[in-house]
């Protein structure tokens, strides 16, 4: 995320996603006021998988 916001043509903001397979964290970068948010919930397979795909749609659909 912070690589990406050094480009000049960087989208804002910019999300992030870490996952070990079953296990997924979310963040996001403002990088106009370089601040990074994390989500303190992280989503498991299959238990989350409804909020994780809502999540993962919600990012894209912006």
């Not at 690589?3 to 999300?15: E, G, Q, V």
């Not at 970068?29 to 989500?39: A, E, F, P, V």
Request: no cysteine; proline share 5%.
């Amino acid at each position: 995320m912070i690589a990406l916001a050094m480009l000049d043509d960087a989208p804002t903001p910019i999300y992030g996603a870490v996952t070990i397979g079953n296990v997924w964290m979310f963040g996001l970068l403002n990088s106009t006021t370089h601040t990074i948010t994390q989500d303190i919930t992280s989503y498991t397979i299959p238990d989350d998988v409804v909020d994780l795909i809502k999540i993962l749609v919600g990012i894209l659909e912006e």
